[in-house]
């Protein structure tokens, strides 16, 4: 069983994706992060249309034209404030008409390889050669113009002629030389030209075989992840169970809620009877529209926005979490094709301040059991949300947003299975034990050993989990604590390179996903800049491998850390 961490910092959401194989994580991975970087775009817009009304609301002082148009901005504020309340209202109705089901073929990429061909530049022409033309070397000779004493004396005659023999013969070097220089030059231009053309026609072979490279890889990338997503589909058609429960996560994960809703459920399934038991995170009332309408004062020149009523908050809060209660059954059962589902017991959790004590409380305050068969055969579109619930024995308290606990009809484990027997390894070590090149599974209970002395000193515990080396949860410390305490995650990695911002980012997720006070992430090497960057204002610690060498020393151990020899080492047993 492969697992992967997908964080989204934006939504603040976290999830561990699980698979029979790297790339069946991989995909769930992607479709997952697809759709919250949806959902976070989706929030942006709405914050950003918010935050413009909101601008909008805060003038002062308007002209006559301009109090016109404040009322048009109240108006349309109103009008927004009572869409938002009717989608609240109608948050079951809004969910029958759409099919939960995963849509197989949707999940699979069928998209063109997006690259275009590479096109190969027409050759760059060839200079004209220079032309050897017959009156450029036979010009018109010069004829000497012989006067009466010319001809007559001898000596002036034969000057004569022979300055013009002269002239002629300068001439036709002249002519020569012209003719050789544009000749060489022809050859210059015509050496570059044919340089440039191999080049450009290298080139495009070059660009042509990467293409190929490229969209070879992209088809087999996209060959594989549908065929992951054929493998998903008859696993879990086939009735695996792991393949059930991710395929519900994965249908509540696409059912449409306002973005302040939470999103995290915790399943456990039955295969002997078909049961499946959900715990859902319900949203607190903190969800709700707190102001009603807005107004515009002409005389104070102001916006005044009219608050809630409190019976309207209690009337709808209880009447949304009867809805949620029973669009989540629905949208199970409507989406079980592989007929897994004989029954779904529904516990309704929410997560709020109490007013008493001003301490965070986590309770259940609704729970419910229904036959798919009895369930399905409700028209939910002409129910009583309430009476509905009533109707199917569901237990809550008689208002809901008093958050009253009630004990759910079927508790889903929330015991960690995962934690096993550590052993010792500290009382080993000496000055030449490299903990960089020691074996990682003994690395990681040297690190729960050590956090378990570190943690002991309060009354606190370590456990460790199963060895998995996927990155996630290595240790789990409880510190008892009543101000600093709680439960912490840590993770060890023996690392010989510097560890990036990703592995703090997968404990930041981790952290959230575990409900812990805070992540211990414990290296060998060191961290990046950017991995500090993360950490900071967040309830995480980073221990290098200088860091954790001190922290040995203080339980009185010694060790050393040399990445070069632990990189050596790595390097001849891989051969």
């Known amino acids: 069983m492969w697992e992967q961490s997908v964080v989204h910092s934006g ?61 048009l ?20 109705i809004a969910a029958l008409d759409r099919n939960p089901s995963l849509d197989w073929e949707n999940r699979k990429d069928k998209s063109k390889f997006a690259i275009p061909k590479p096109v190969c530049l027409p050759p760059l022409a060839s200079p004209i050669p220079p032309n050897k033309r017959e009156a450029r070397f036979n010009p018109p000779a010069i004829e000497p113009s012989l006067g009466l004493f010319d001809k007559l004396i001898g000596s002036r005659r034969a000057r004569i002629l022979n300055d013009a023999a002269e002239k002629n013969a300068l001439a036709f070097e002249a002519a020569t030389r012209l003719f050789e220089s544009e000749e060489q030059a022809w050859k210059v231009e015509s050496q570059r030209i044919a340089t440039a053309n191999s080049e450009r026609e290298a080139e495009h072979e070059s660009a042509t075989r990467n293409w190929k490279a490229a969209r070879e890889a992209f088809n087999i990338t996209q060959q594989q992840q549908n065929a992951n997503v054929e493998l998903e589909k008859s696993q879990y058609l086939g009735g695996e169970e792991t393949a059930l429960l991710s395929y519900l996560a994965e249908v509540l994960g696409q059912s449409e809620y306002p973005d302040s809703f939470p999103r995290e459920q915790r399943f456990q399934y039955s295969s002997s009877t078909k049961t499946l038991a959900l715990d859902f995170e319900l949203p607190n009332q903190t969800v709700l529209p707190d102001t009603k309408e ?50 779904v017991v529904f516990n309704g959790w929410v997560r709020s301040i109490d007013r008493a004590t001003g301490v965070e ?24 949300p309430k009476a509905c619930f009533k109707k199917l024995k569901g237990v809550s308290a008689s208002k809901l947003i008093e958050l009253s ?54 009354g606190g515990e370590v456990k460790i989990t199963q060895a998995s080396r996927d990155g996630g949860v290595d240790a789990v410390a409880f510190d008892p604590d009543p101000i600093r305490g709680g439960k912490v995650v840590i993770q060890a990695k023996r690392y010989t390179n510097t560890v990036g911002v990703s592995a703090v980012r997968d404990l930041y997720g981790t952290v959230h ?14 961290f990046g800049p950017d991995a500090y960057a993360f950490a900071k204002d967040k309830p995480l610690t980073l221990i290098s491998g200088g860091e954790l060498l001190y922290l040995l020393a203080q339980h009185g151990h010694s060790a050393k850390i040399d990445l070069a020899e632990a990189k050596r080492i790595a390097a001849e047993m891989a051969k």
Not at 31 to 56: F, I, P, S
Not at 367 to 382: C, G, P, Q, T, V
Not at 429 to 444: C, H, I, K, P
Request: hydrophobic share 40%; proline share 1%; net charge negative.
């Open 11 to 71: 939504l603040k959401a976290y999830r561990l994706v699980r698979g029979k194989t790297q790339q069946e994580v991989d995909l769930k991975a992607t479709l997952q992060l697809a759709a919250w970087e949806d959902r976070w775009q989706r929030k942006l817009l709405a914050d950003q249309a918010r935050d413009v009304r909101a601008r909008r609301l805060e003038v002062r002082s308007l002209s006559t034209h301009e109090a016109a148009t404040a009322k």
């Open 73 to 92: 901005l109240a108006l349309e504020e109103t009008k927004a404030l009572e869409a938002e309340r009717d989608s609240l209202a109608n948050i079951l």
């Open 294 to 343: 807005v107004k515009y004062v002409a005389t104070r020149s102001e916006f005044q926005k009219i608050p809630t009523s409190d019976l309207w908050i209690k009337k709808i809060y209880d009447e949304l979490l009867y809805q949620i209660a029973l669009r989540t059954m629905f949208e199970l059962f409507q989406s079980d094709e592989a007929n897994m589902l004989v029954s």
């Open 361 to 384: 409380v986590h309770a259940c305050v609704m729970s419910m059991e229904a036959r798919k068969d009895e369930f399905l055969a409700i028209n939910l579109r002409h129910v009583d």
């Open 405 to 458: 606990p009630v004990k759910p009809l079927i508790t889903v484990s929330r015991e960690d299975n995962r934690f096993i027997d550590g052993y010792d390894v500290a009382d080993a070590l000496d000055d030449r034990t490299n903990l960089a090149a020691m074996d990682w599974q003994d690395f990681e209970n040297l690190i729960r050993e050590i956090f378990g002395k570190e943690f002991s000193k309060g």
């Open 513 to 526: 996903n575990e409900g812990a006070n805070k992540g211990i992430l414990v290296t060998t090497s060191d």
